[in-house]
């Protein structure tokens, strides 16, 4: 793409400049974790050189810049996925934590015997076990959403699955597995038109193109800021206020509550309800930054930008005997998941690895999928906008001379 300058990109991560194993780093591990650009990491160090303190309690300076720049970076993120309000933003320690939330104080107070959950064959375990865990306290069930064997979501099973006893569906806006990317503003509608609600694990989403939680028009939204070129250990629920208001607190302690005392506790109101304890503030800011630093780029020409380099892999994939791709997705957010015969996926990741090739090798926390693709793991390259034509070559080179080597 002429208007996307990925090696202008790819100077502003440290990390990308290096050699592994004597070769130039070629980081195809991206559904993983993203790396982090200089300003993102200048940001989490200056917080600590200068303002740090604990937010929201202090009556000194650097608590009040603390806590600015901590609420500051929740309107960065209310603004990012276009939420009305902050106090919609719940901060996380990732899209686990977020999904594990609504499942403990939503579900729990929500659910009834013999009411169902579903979610698609193809989602991660992080929002697949929470269910499961409050369905089991609950009585109720978890229910798969079928799945083709291009790993798509059967729409129609979809359909003929949402009766009354269905409460939430949830599904991930991008796979993580195979890179599909859900329907989920259509599924958000039928959902809705049968009575349930809706979140959306959008861990895959942020880091390849804009999101727009009122479009999609679903309940929940969750995702971590180490997929969006920010920190570790920081995430956010999003969720529409009313639902919120009417949920009981996850974690109780500090910062989470109105009154304490030993004849009645109060709460907060939102966001603080749901965030006890002193949070991660630096992440929170590392995270502000990340969206910052997308605010300087041109996120439809860098989604193109990966399409290209995606279907420039998927040709030669296609190409090569006895390699065989898992998942055939239409729309793809820039994952190339594959076997080979004779070879098992973690000898062909650690002779990548000797090239200085980092991919992913496994089940990728979605054996269901595995299953239902009929494949015990897989080998996945995940790109993003830092990576180049020539990472798909060095990637290819070594899937040549894994097969040379094992075939
Ligand atoms: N959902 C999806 C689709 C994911 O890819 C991941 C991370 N692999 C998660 C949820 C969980 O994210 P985290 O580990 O950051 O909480």
Known sequence: TPDFNAFAVRADFPILQQQVNGQPLVYLDNAATTQKPEAVIQAISDYYRTDNANVHRGVHTLSDRATHRFEQAR??????INSRDSREVI??????EA?????YSWARQNLRPGDRILTPWLEHHADIVPWQMAAAACDAEVVPIPVSDAGEIDLAAFEALLDERVRLVAVNQVSNALGTINPVQQ??????AAGALVLVDGAQAVGHFAVDVQALGCDFYTFSGHKLFGPTGIGVLWGREALLEAMPPFLGGGEMIETVSFSGTTY???PFKFEAGTPHIAGAVGLAAAIDYLDGIDRVAAAAHEDRLLAMALAQADAIDGLQRVGRPAHNAGIFSFVMQG?????????LDQQGIAVRTGHHCTQPLMERMGVPGTVRASFSMYNTEEDVERLFAGIHKAQALFG
């Open 268 to 270: 907060n109101q939102l």
């Open 343 to 351: 070879s098992h996926p973690s000898d062909i990741g650690m002779l």
């Open 99 to 103: 999904i594990n939330l609504v499942a």
């Open 91 to 96: 901060w996380t320690r990732g899209a686990t």
């Open 187 to 192: 599924m958000t509608a039928m959902a809705h």
């Open 75 to 80: 309107e960065r993120v209310a603004g990012f």
